[in-house]
């Protein structure tokens, strides 16, 4: 892929797939179908509607959070995850799936305890953590795996 090559990011409100030029990705670029900003620094609510697009269609890797509602430790994690999304956006796309409301996708992978963090680029796991961290260490371990 050249310099100039547009990169194909998945819309956070439609799932549409937007081709971006590099270096206008941090520029706030919007969706071409619904307007919404393709990153507003906030993790994308992931479910069997926009999952594989971000998956498999995007560009940029793709950081998932698999949690559920009553999980102590998840909702400890949260606000260290939305600030790992300011962080890393827009070279990572962070989403949560809650693996209550969507379990096939979290048996798909494996889910065994949560919070699980994995990292994906093209569709295919790059790493895994299990446990909750805070928001240097989610920055960190990410940017170590991409
Ligand atoms: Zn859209």
Redesign the pocket.
């Known amino acids: 892929m050249s310099a100039a090559d547009p990169l194909v990011i998945i ?6 797939a ?1 081709r971006v030029p590099p270096e206008k990705l941090g520029s706030g670029g919007k ?6 900003a393709l990153f507003d620094g906030h993790p994308v609510t992931l479910g069997s509607a926009n999952f594989d697009a971000h998956l498999m269609r995007s560009d940029i890797p793709l950081l998932v959070d698999f949690w559920a509602t009553w999980c102590g430790p998840c909702r400890q994690m949260a606000p260290a995850f939305e600030a790992a999304a300011r962080q890393l956006e827009p070279q990572v796309r962070l989403g949560k799936l809650d693996t209550e409301a969507e379990q096939a996708i979290a048996a798909r992978y494996g889910i065994r305890s949560i919070p699980t963090l994995i990292l994906f680029r093209g569709g295919k796991e790059l790493a895994r953590q299990s446990g909750a961290m805070p928001a240097n260490a989610i920055i960190q371990w990410a940017q170590r795996a991409i």
């Open positions: 819309c956070p409100s439609c799932a549409t937007n969706c071409g179908r619904c307007g919404s």
